[in-house]
């Protein structure tokens, strides 16, 4: 089957459904709608966010399309569900952005009744195109968003006889002053963080196309090759201009760029997307002073929540780098909260 009957087939299945959707595409201000007055969105939900993702992922499949939703209920949006489909060395995945699926996102505001009709009739819609597609690989999960109860949505999928596969987030809680934040750095941090204010200067972007270039072309220094597409840096520099992610970087007393790291942000949360520092420099602490700045920004623009990444725990079969157990570290030093995020996968 070709992707382009298959793409109708799921789109008639999409139309067929007991839940009204309509496509982003088709109803991109109710998605808007939804992300403005949610009570919590995380960055995964966001159209800058996707818009990013789904770029870098084409970038690597061999057809893309994307099928995210508006949900319906009575006639008005109460909700979204990311969903893309893609096609690589002829097997089918479905994901959301190239990340596992994640949970619809509906607003509080509707009876409790309605909302598990939703996730439901969600859950249900995709098992069918895992099911009638033969998804090789899939995999879902419950991302954080200030609820701390198993959703509808999983718990269906719970009972399907998926394999658990947990993912553990560190997330800082900045409904709180800096000065309460800054007691849970780790000691050592600290006194790290005053010496680098004192050797290191330290800018927050506002919109200067050279600075942004200089980035890019430190992240293919370090990286000792270019990575990704001009497209997925045009798309983050248009997401800097929009205010949906903020960028931080490090100057020497020559004015050349020694490092910096882009977060995507939304109205009440934080994502730690990418940090370059220069090699010869790694003495010296470049992250531990972005971070503190990045969490001050923060807080001055009213973030609730900043989420600065995963912290991985070795499985049988499965051992951690050195690498991945210092960024891990690293990364746990700046008083967060270690939370779970339940993941499900399905292997054929």
């Not at 909700?79 to 596992?100: V, Y």
Request: charged share 25%; aromatic share 12%.
């Amino acid at each position: 089957m070709t992707f382009e009957k298959t793409k109708k087939e799921i789109e008639q299945l999409i139309d067929d459904s007991k839940v009204h959707f309509v496509s982003k595409n088709s109803a991109l201000d109710d998605w808007i709608f939804i992300q403005n007055t949610i009570d919590y969105l995380p960055v995964l939900y966001s159209i800058s966010s996707i818009t990013y993702q789904e770029q870098y992922y084409s970038d690597c499949s061999e057809n893309l399309l994307d099928l995210s939703q508006v949900i319906y209920w009575d006639h008005r949006p109460v909700g979204i569900l990311p969903l893309t489909l893609s096609l690589l060395n002829e097997d089918l995945f479905l994901t959301s952005q190239g990340h596992p699926v994640v949970q619809p996102l509906v607003v509080n505001k509707i009876p409790r009744s309605s909302q598990k009709k939703i996730f439901n009739e969600c859950a249900d819609l995709v098992h069918s195109i895992i099911l009638n597609y033969e998804i090789k690989e899939f995999c879902l999960q419950e991302v954080y968003s200030l609820n701390f109860n198993i959703s509808s949505w999983y718990e269906n999928f719970l009972t399907k006889a998926f394999i658990s596969n947990n993912k553990f987030s560190l997330i800082l809680d900045l409904e709180q002053n800096y000065e309460e934040i800054k007691r849970n750095y780790r000691k050592s941090y600290k006194s790290l963080i005053n010496k680098g204010k004192k050797d290191w200067n330290v800018q927050v972007f506002q919109e200067d196309p050279k600075r942004w270039k200089e980035f890019q072309d430190l992240h293919m220094q370090v990286s000792g090759r270019k990575t990704r597409s001009n497209k997925t840096w045009e798309i983050q520099a248009d997401n800097l201009k929009d205010k949906n992610a903020i960028f931080i970087y490090i100057i020497n007393n020559e004015l050349d760029m020694v490092g910096g790291a882009y977060f995507d942000i939304t109205k009440d949360e934080a994502n730690y997307s990418v940090g370059v520092y220069r090699r010869d420099l790694i003495d010296q602490p470049l992250g531990h002073i972005i971070q503190d700045k990045a969490i001050q920004h923060f807080l001055d623009i009213g973030i609730k929540r900043y989420k600065i990444g995963n912290k991985p725990y070795p499985v049988k079969g499965n051992e951690l780098s050195e690498k991945d157990i210092s960024i891990a570290e690293f990364k746990s030093g700046f008083g967060s909260d270690l939370y779970m995020e339940p993941q499900l996968t399905r292997l054929k």
